[in-house]
T-cell receptor, first 112, second 114 residues
Framework: GEDVEQSLFLSVREGDSSVINCTYTDSSSTYLYWYKQEPGAGLQLLTY?????DMKQDQRLTVLLNKKDKHLSLRIADTQTGDSAIYFC????????????FGKGNQVVVIP | KAGVTQTPRYLIKTRGQQVTLSCSPI?????VSWYQQTPGQGLQFLFEYFSETQRNKGNFPGRFSGRQFSNSRSEMNVSTLELGDSALYLCASSLAKGYTTEAFFGQGTRLTVV
């Protein structure tokens, strides 16, 4: 199936780290992505990881991939109020290069 | 470098009407994908066009169709609108080289069917 699961809501204090989790179902997924959506806006690509990697760090963002458990996480260090948004994980399947399957999203609220 | 442009941003239509949405991809990008976003179903893939051909299709009824022009601009059309078609329609463009799907999204078109 196309189920990508995410938890729904996370509240975090400014300056703390946030961790958002995602599980996916298709072990043949090639790339896994994290997108950010602010109110009234489209999706902003934050980062992505190839399925043969375990970890990727990009400034304040760290992506961890556990392929055995089909678990993906995004850690945001030193969370800022501008990080308040909905975060989506997505997977690209082998059979469809440009067909992304998205999770339901995780709303992150940063408390000043 | 200009981003992905979708027009119009907002649209209100009546049940039974049809609607056409437009998407201009990033210059040089040849793939355009369309997604529907609703509170209940989340983000769902509609279809993807590459070099004027539909390459992938999601599980939507035939009322949803699209096309791509030689300049890579794409349009999607929804005929015989239903209330349930109210959604944010997002398009994404990508270079579509190999398996990399670094897709960049537009701001979306918010369609309301009344």
């Amino acid at each position: 199936g196309e189920d990508v699961e995410q938890s729904l809501f996370l509240s975090v204090r400014e300056g703390d780290s946030s961790v958002i989790n995602c599980t996916y179902t298709d072990s043949s997924s090639t790339y896994l992505y994290w997108y950010k959506q602010e109110p009234g806006a489209g999706l902003q690509l934050l980062t992505y990881i190839f399925s043969n990697m375990d970890m990727k760090q990009d400034q304040r963002l760290t992506v961890l991939l556990n392929k055995k458990d089909k678990h993906l996480s995004l850690r945001i260090a030193d969370t800022q109020t501008g990080d308040s948004a909905i975060y989506f994980c997505a997977e690209a399947r082998v059979y469809g290069n440009n067909r992304l399957a998205f999770g339901k999203g995780n709303q992150v609220v940063v408390i000043p | 470098k200009a981003g992905v442009t979708q027009t119009p941003r907002y649209l209100i239509k009546t049940r039974g009407q049809q609607v056409t949405l437009s998407c201009s991809p990033i210059s040089g990008h040849r793939s355009v994908s369309w997604y529907q976003q609703t509170p209940g179903q989340g983000l769902q893939f509609l279809f993807e066009y590459f070099s004027e051909t539909q390459r992938n299709k999601g599980n939507f009824p035939g009322r949803f169709s699209g096309r791509q022009f030689s300049n890579s601009r794409s349009e999607m059309n929804v005929s015989t609108l239903e209330l349930g078609d109210s959604a944010l329609y997002l398009c994404a463009s990508s270079l579509a080289k190999g398996y990399t799907t670094e897709a960049f999204f537009g701001q979306g078109t918010r369609l309301t069917v009344v």
